[in-house]
């Protein structure tokens, strides 16, 4: 079994991860998080000898059966946040996350639910921009981050308190 990028010691976690803005049928696809009120990004943990993109693309297929295709890097995202549920529960949290557009060709059908018991929903970009979904500057940015073509840098800490 591959080894996740991550450092854990008794007051701070550390993760490499990827997330993906896929689309399809103009929506895109987030989880609806066990641990609180809001939506994420699907994606996960980038493995030792494992690119960004190889990850983004595993991911998508295990958490969802979804075939797609890295396309671009959108977003570099340096998150800092404190931790709730979980194995993060009350720690200093730092994600380094490489955000990636994807298109997929797959026409479904797609899970609902992933491993986590979790559900998978689909939500246009004006549901996103209403839609409590962390990390927060995804819809706020939203429509910058579909329509640029640069990667943008973003450092995220307004859910941190250390």
Known sequence: MAEDIAIHN??????YRTGAFIEHEGKYLFINSNFGDYYYMIGGAVHIKETSAECIEREVFEEAGIKAKAERLCVVCENFFDGKGG????????????????KTDDKGPFRKVNDEGEELIWLSVEEIKKSNIKPSFIPERIDEILATKETLHIIEDRDRTY
């Open 10 to 15: 008794t007051n701070n976690w550390f993760r």
């Open 87 to 102: 194995n993060i529960e009350g720690k200093n949290c730092h994600v380094l996350e490489f955000y990636y557009l994807m």
